[in-house]
Each structure stands twice: as structure tokens, then as C-alpha cells.
T-cell receptor, first 115, second 112 residues
Framework: DAGVIQSPRHEVTEMGQEVTLRCKPISGHDYLFWYRQTMMRGLELLIYFNNNVPIDDSGMPEDRFSAKMPNASFSTLKIQPSEPRDSAVYFC?????????????FGPGTRLTVL | SQKIEQNSEALNIQEGKTATLTCNYTNYSPAYLQWYRQDPGRGPVFLLLIRENEKEKRKERLKVTFDTTLKQSLFHITASQPADSATYLCVFDSGSARQLTFGSGTQLTVLP
């Protein structure tokens, strides 16, 4: 398996623009997580899905953020409109309900810069 | 709310020595503590996990201890190598929910 795939790897945009981040989880995994990582706040959970259904979105900072998982192999995180304080690395991770441990497998991340 | 504190932001040690990283948590004990490694420009990678009722866990040159009285986990890398240089994250796993709580990490540099 190729692991968790994220695109784009880097995104530079201007304030006010819409940004869409994409994730393909590991095939067969039931859970998908979106995280944001900054120097100041570390790794923060934004939202997670189980079997394509959002379970906990309490970490989503504002209504400007939204996430969808239309099927088991694809998820998006959208920011509209984007602001400079949204600049961070966004990670997608997946895990399996059948695993021995609750370990999560992370993608390479998308580095977002909002000017 | 649960807090995870890792002892220092950065740790430098000499090659061949044992690196010891500390993780402290507040409030209730987790069912598990996980440890991840993160290299620059990459996502975290799972290393190992220790259960609440385990005192110690080993995997190759890695050793993790879990002291529920002190609310502390220690992560050791023996015979450290420059390739061990990375940020190590301590992770709280309640065992009852799928989400994890990550510590801020300790950046380890092993000097040749």
C-alpha cells in the first residue's frame, strides 16, 4: 500500500482565497483524521470520521473550515475564506478498527501558506 | 482537559549514549501511551505503545516505561546514532475513543 496520500504537498495562496486539501487514506482503514501542526500549538486534531461519517469536529477552529468524506477513499478539508493565521502544516491520518493498537498512519502533510 | 507535557523542546546527546525523553500527563491515566517519531517535512510515525498495566516495553534499542503514580512515561534510546535525530512525540490514548492527544514533542539531536 502506498500509505496515506495527501495533495497538494505545498500550497501558497492569498488571503480570502478558497483552499482545498485532499487526502486518500490507506485502503481498508475505517477512521480518518485531519490535524493541523504549528510551532506554537503543536499537533491539533481538527476533525475525524468513522466509516465516512464525521464523529467529532470540535477541533475545527471556525466556520471557515469544513471537511467532507464522500467515500471511503477520499476526504477534503476546505478553508473558505483563508486567512494568514491558517498557515500551518495540515496532516491527514487513518487507522483501522481491526488493528491491535490504536496507531495512526500519517500522510506527508500539506504545507499551507496564506499571504 | 488532559495535558501532555514533554520535558524539553530540544535534547542534544553524543552518539553512543542513551537518550532519555520525559512525558508527563495530568488528570487521569490513559489506557495507553504511544510514542511517535517525526522527521522534518514528514508526518509522525508510530514507534511503540505501552499499556497502563505495563511497567516497561522494549523494541530493539527503544525502551518505554510507564509510571501511573508519577503520571510519567520515559522513552529511552540506547546506543544512540545520528540517524535517531528527530522529534519524538508522546501521545495520550484513552483507549475508549479513537482520537489521540499529542504532546508538543522533544527534538533530539545525536551528535557524531
Amino acid at each position: 500500500d502506498a500509505g496515506v496520500i495527501q495533495s497538494p504537498r505545498h500550497e501558497v495562496t492569498e488571503m480570502g482565497q478558497e483552499v482545498t486539501l485532499r487526502c486518500k487514506p490507506i485502503s481498508g482503514h475505517d477512521y480518518l483524521f485531519w490535524y493541523r501542526q504549528t510551532m506554537m500549538r503543536g499537533l491539533e486534531l481538527l476533525i475525524y470520521f468513522n466509516n465516512n461519517v464525521p464523529i467529532d469536529d470540535s477541533g475545527m477552529p471556525e466556520d471557515r473550515f469544513s471537511a467532507k468524506m464522500p467515500n471511503a477513499s477520499f476526504s477534503t478539508l476546505k478553508i473558505q475564506p483563508s486567512e494568514p493565521r491558517d498557515s500551518a502544516v495540515y496532516f491527514c491520518a487513518s487507522s483501522s478498527n481491526e488493528g491491535t493498537y490504536n496507531e495512526q498512519f500519517f500522510g506527508p502533510g500539506t504545507r499551507l501558506t496564506v499571504l | 482537559s488532559q495535558k501532555i507535557e514533554q520535558n524539553s523542546e530540544a535534547l542534544n546527546i553524543q552518539e553512543g549514549k542513551t537518550a532519555t525523553l520525559t512525558c508527563n500527563y495530568t488528570n487521569y491515566s490513559p489506557a495507553y501511551l504511544q510514542w511517535y517519531r517525526q522527521d522534518p517535512g514528514r508526518g509522525p510515525v508510530f514507534l511503540l505503545l505501552i499499556r497502563e498495566n505495563e511497567k516497561e516495553k522494549r523494541k530493539e534499542r527503544l525502551k518505554v516505561t510507564f509510571d501511573t503514580t508519577l503520571k510519567q512515561s520515559l522513552f529511552h534510546i540506547t546506543a544512540s546514532q545520528p540517524a535517531d535525530s528527530a522529534t519524538y512525540l508522546c501521545v495520550f490514548d484513552s483507549g475508549s475513543a479513537r482520537q489521540l492527544t499529542f504532546g508538543s514533542g522533544t527534538q533530539l539531536t545525536v551528535l557524531p
